[in-house]
Each structure stands twice: as structure tokens, then as C-alpha cells.
């Protein structure tokens, strides 16, 4: 906001006030006319604004969607549309919303061409399941048929010895 300065022949107790007075006022004007500016922000608008940014940006609120995962999907809906359809961009997607690291496979042998596998964790499989649903419908690529895999990591631990024995046979005769 630009602050109001009275010449210095102006400068007395009456003015001041004024002068305050309006600073003030033009202060609240400024915050009406920066309103609907700030609510093109999908991370702070109000909701029923972030529902039109949604609808414009072809983004459906699914059944126990997050306010903070509904509000990211409307954020990247641009980009999550051009990076659909290639196995990289899915994985930028994926990631973008914050289900994690998956493995892409395509046309695997003794499979049906149009199979895709999609490899995560149980617990991103388990935590997500109708997000994923809702990516694979909105950013999957046409024709192709997506099977969820899990990947189950399993500790293990594996020790290293050195083992350096000798041996001898030692034969008495009489």
C-alpha cells in the first residue's frame, strides 16, 4: 500500500488525523479489491471458492477425500494433465500427491498387451485405495487395464565371516 505523506506545511494535529484516517480506509479497500485475487489460490481459498476452481479444473471430491488431498489435486490438476499418459509423468503424479514411489510396468511378456502393473507397498496400497482409483480413471492412459501389485519389503540380515581354518590329516602307521 502506498503510505499517504502531507507536505510539511500541511503536517499539524487536525491533518494527522486525517491524514490517518484515510490511510486506514484506503488500507481496508485494498484488502476488499486483493479478495478475489487471493481466492485463485487453491492452497488458502475458502471451499465453496476451491469447489469452483475443482469443477473448472474437471477435479471430483471423492467419498472421505481430505480437505488437504483435495486441495492439492485442485493446485496440480494443470500439470498432472500433461504429464498424463506416459509412465514418468504417472510416477510425477504419484508422487506430487503424495503416495509415494511405485514401479511402472508395461507389455510384460506372457501378458496381455495392454496390462499395466502398478507396484507400490501395502501400506500405500492400504492408505490409498480410492485416490489411486480415482488417478488411474482421470490420468491412466485409454485402453489399458491397471493391476494394483504390492510390494512387500522383508528384512533380512545377512552376516559376513571370516573363516579361516585349517586343516590336516595326520596318518600313523605301526
Known sequence: MIKLNLKFWLAGTELTK????????????????????????????H??????L???????????EPEALYRLRVK??????????STAGMKRILIRLGVGY???EER????????VLLRFS?????????LLRVLIQQYGRTCRRYDFV?????????ALVDFNDDQQTLVASL
Open 18 to 45: 486525517l491524514k490517518d484516517a484515510a490511510q486506514s480506509w484506503w488500507e481496508k479497500v485494498e484488502g476488499w479489491l486483493r479478495w478475489p485475487l487471493l481466492q485463485m489460490d487453491a492452497d488458502t481459498c
Open 122 to 130: 501395502d501400506t500405500q496400497l492400504s492408505q490409498n485405495p480410492e
Open 102 to 104: 511405485v514401479e511402472i
Open 47 to 52: 471451499l465453496i471458492v476451491l469447489d469452483l
Open 54 to 64: 475443482a469443477w473448472q479444473r474437471d477435479i471430483t471430491r471423492f467419498k472421505g
Open 150 to 158: 504390492t510390494i512387500t519389503s522383508v528384512p533380512m540380515g545377512i
Open 76 to 85: 496440480f490438476a494443470f500439470i498432472n494433465a500433461v504429464d498424463a499418459g
Open 108 to 115: 510384460m511378456p506372457d501378458r496381455d498387451w495392454d496390462v
